[in-house]
Each structure stands twice: as C-alpha cells, then as structure tokens.
T-cell receptor
Framework: ETGVTQSPTHLIKTRGQQVTLRCSSQ?????VSWYQQALGQGPQFIFQ???????GRGNFPPRFSGLQFPNYSSELNVNALELDDSALYLC?????????FGPGTRLLVL | AQKVTQAQTEISVVEKEDVTLDCVYE???????LFWYKQPPSGELVFLIR??????QNEISGRYSWNFQKSTSSFNFTITASQVVDSAVYFC????????????FGGGTRLMVKP
C-alpha cells in the first residue's frame, strides 16, 4: 500500500453536473498530481500542486481545477461534466523521487 | 514534446515462460526519468522502477529485469519465469527534468499469464 487514499471509490453523475474528488497524500509528500485514465488507455496528466500552488498542467480545459490544502491533501473539481469525462481518476503524491498512486475514483457520467 | 510508445497492446504467455515488454520513448531533454508501473485489476498503479537518463546500467530485482538503452531510446522490462500473479497491465512512463513527476505514460501492455 502506498498510503495515498482517494474518495469516493465510485461515483455516478449526469452530464452538466459538477464533481469533487478527494485525495489524501502519503505522509511527508508535498507534491500531488492528478491523472485521468480512460478505459483501455494510459493515464493522462491533468495537473500538479506543490505547496498549495499549481505548478504544472496537462492538456485539460479550465473546467478541471484543483486545490491543495496545508496538510497536502487535495481536491480535483470538474465542472460541466461531459460524457467523455467518464474515467478512472488517479491521485499521486511524491516527495521528488517517484510518484505513488492511490486506488483511484471511477467516475461515470450519464 | 515527450512521447512513450508501448507497441505490444496484449501478450499472452504460459506460466514459467520469460516475457519482455517493450517501451520506446521520445524526449528532447537530456535529463529525464523512466518508470515502469503495474496495474492489477484493482486499478491501483504499483511503482516498479525508476531510472534516470544518466544511468544506463541494467537492473535486476528478483524475477524482474530492466534494459535501458539510450542509443535506441528504449527501456524494456523482462519478467523471468512468469507467474499467474504477474497478470496485469504494465505501463512505461517518462518524466522530463529532475523532479521525477508529471508523467507521460504509454498506452500499456496487458500481460496474461496462463497456468
């Protein structure tokens, strides 16, 4: 186990709604990244937070946003959900050596 | 821009066979890191190895070994004497720069080991 936890494990939403996913980092890790993994594909980098500031972003629209809190836990928010947002959302924490992933949240948009 | 290619989408072997998973990468950076992750059916990505661009030594860990060749931009992964528990999707990933994060993943190789 990596010590990275995510909630909820599964979620069903309808198109146009908003969703918030949560991640608790491994102790001592001040960097958190979020990835989207569509079915049958590799994970795609969404963004990264370091000490509560966004310091890297992948090719995702602004309706994907995030927060990192002083205890290094993190949230991923997605507004105006689209059908293509259905995926496994993975959170990863690191302290500079490698990224350690949580179990993910499976989001289904109907 | 960086890119990782795993040409083998699916491999099927019989237990105890050796199997090699291929990974080819593209990057313009001279400093980068390469990774392999395992994703069992539960979905969680399990870290296997991290290798920096300045270290081309091959590495062996139990039944796992990795061959890094900068000349061919490849970072291949071999499982010796495969076991049913090795069945999973394996991802190769690249991180440019010195931080070792913000990964670019390949499409993955699904390995099925049959008894």
């Amino acid at each position: 186990e990596t010590g990275v936890t995510q909630s909820p494990t599964h979620l069903i939403k309808t198109r146009g709604q908003q969703v918030t996913l949560r991640c608790s980092s491994q102790s001592g890790h001040n960097t958190v990244s979020w990835y989207q993994q569509a079915l049958g594909q590799g994970p795609q980098f969404i963004f990264q937070y370091y000490r509560e500031e966004e310091n890297g972003r992948g090719n995702f629209p602004p309706r994907f946003s995030g927060l990192q809190f002083p205890n290094y836990s993190s949230e991923l928010n997605v507004n105006a959900l689209e059908l293509d947002d259905s995926a496994l959302y993975l959170c990863a924490s690191s302290a500079g050596l490698a990224e350690y992933f949580g179990p993910g949240t499976r989001l289904l948009v109907l | 821009a960086q890119k990782v290619t795993q040409a083998q989408t699916e491999i099927s072997v019989v237990e105890k066979e050796d199997v090699t998973l291929d990974c080819v990468y593209e990057t313009r950076d001279t400093t980068y890191y390469l990774f392999w992750y395992k994703q069992p059916p539960s979905g969680e990505l399990v870290f296997l190895i991290r290798r920096n661009s300045f270290d081309e030594q091959n590495e062996i860990s139990g039944r796992y070994s990795w061959n890094f060749q900068k000349s061919t931009s490849s970072f291949n992964f071999t499982i010796t004497a495969s076991q049913v528990v090795d069945s999973a999707v394996y991802f190769c990933a690249l991180s440019e720069g010195e931080a070792g994060n913000m990964l670019t993943f390949g499409g993955g190789t699904r390995l099925m080991v049959k008894p």
